[in-house]
C-alpha cells in the first residue's frame, strides 16, 4: 500500500515570497492533515479536513496560510507571504476512522527554510 | 488546556542498556495515546496506539504501558538502530481527532 506523498521535499524562499505545498493522502483516506513542526518540536496541527470540508483550522494563521482538498483527495498548502518564524517541516497526513481512535500515518514532509 | 510533556528531553544509552521513556499528560478525556518514532529527515513513524489504562502493546524490544496520567515507552537491550526521536501524542474525546504531540525524546544508542 502505498504510503503519503508530499512535494517538494525542500524548499528555500526568501521572507515575504510565496509557496505551495502538495499532498497526496494514502488512498481510501477522508481524513487528511497539515502539521507544521518546527525544529526541536513535536508537529502542531494547522488544518484538518474531512472529505472536502474543513473541521478544524483553529490554529491556522489565515492572514498569511491557506489550504485546500479538491475532490477529497489531493491537498495543497499555501503560505503567501512567508515570514522568517515559517521556517519549519510541514506535514501531512491521513487517517481513515477506526473503532476508537483515528491512527495518522505521516508523510515523509516537506522542509522550508525562509531566508 | 489540552498538554503532553515527554522526559528527558534527550537519551544517550550503550548497547542493550534498557531503559524508559516518559510521555504525560493532562486531558479532559482521552480518546488514544499514540507513540510514534521520527528518524531525522521523515515524517513520524507510527507504532503504538494505546486506548485505556493498564493497557500493554509490544513491537520487538519496544513496550509501550498506559496508566490515567502518564505512558512509558520501556526500551529493552536496545540497538544502534534504535535512535530516533520518539513522539508521544493523545487524541481527546472531545476533539475532531486532531494529535496534540509532546516534544519528543531523541534517543542515542552507541554502540
Known amino acids: 500500500e502505498a504510503g503519503v506523498a508530499q512535494s517538494p521535499r525542500y524548499k528555500i524562499i526568501e521572507k515575504r515570497q510565496s509557496v505551495a505545498f502538495w499532498c497526496n493522502p494514502i488512498?481510501?483516506?477522508?481524513?487528511l492533515y497539515w502539521y507544521q513542526q518546527i525544529l526541536g518540536q513535536g508537529p502542531k496541527l494547522l488544518i484538518q479536513?474531512?472529505?472536502?470540508?474543513?473541521?478544524?483550522d483553529s490554529q491556522l494563521p489565515k492572514d498569511r496560510f491557506s489550504a485546500e482538498r479538491l475532490k477529497g483527495v489531493d491537498s495543497t498548502l499555501k503560505i503567501q507571504p512567508a515570514k522568517l518564524e515559517d521556517s519549519a517541516v510541514y506535514l501531512c497526513?491521513?487517517?481513515?476512522?477506526?473503532?476508537?481512535?483515528?491512527?495518522?500515518?505521516f508523510g515523509p514532509g516537506t522542509r522550508l527554510t525562509v531566508t | 488546556e489540552d498538554q503532553v510533556t515527554q522526559s528527558p528531553e534527550a537519551l544517550r544509552l550503550q548497547e542493550g542498556e534498557s531503559s524508559s521513556l516518559n510521555c504525560s499528560y493532562t486531558?479532559?478525556?482521552?480518546?488514544?495515546l499514540f507513540w510514534y518514532r521520527q528518524d531525522p529527515g521523515k515524517g513520524p513513524e507510527f507504532l503504538f496506539t494505546?486506548?485505556?489504562a493498564g493497557e500493554e502493546k509490544e513491537k520487538e524490544r519496544l513496550k509501550a504501558t498506559l496508566t490515567k496520567k502518564e505512558s512509558f515507552l520501556h526500551i529493552t537491550a536496545p540497538k544502534p538502530e534504535d535512535s530516533a526521536t520518539y513522539l508521544c501524542?493523545?487524541?481527546?474525546?472531545?476533539?475532531?481527532?486532531?494529535?496534540?504531540f509532546g516534544q519528543g525524546t531523541t534517543l542515542q544508542v552507541k554502540p
Open positions: 494505546l486506548y485505556s
Open positions: 497526513a491521513s487517517s481513515s476512522p477506526g473503532a476508537v481512535a483515528y491512527e495518522q500515518y
Open positions: 488512498s481510501g483516506h477522508a481524513t
Open positions: 479536513f474531512q472529505n472536502n470540508g474543513v473541521v478544524d
Open positions: 501524542a493523545v487524541q481527546v474525546s472531545s476533539n475532531t481527532g486532531k494529535l496534540i
Open positions: 486531558v479532559s478525556g482521552l480518546r488514544g
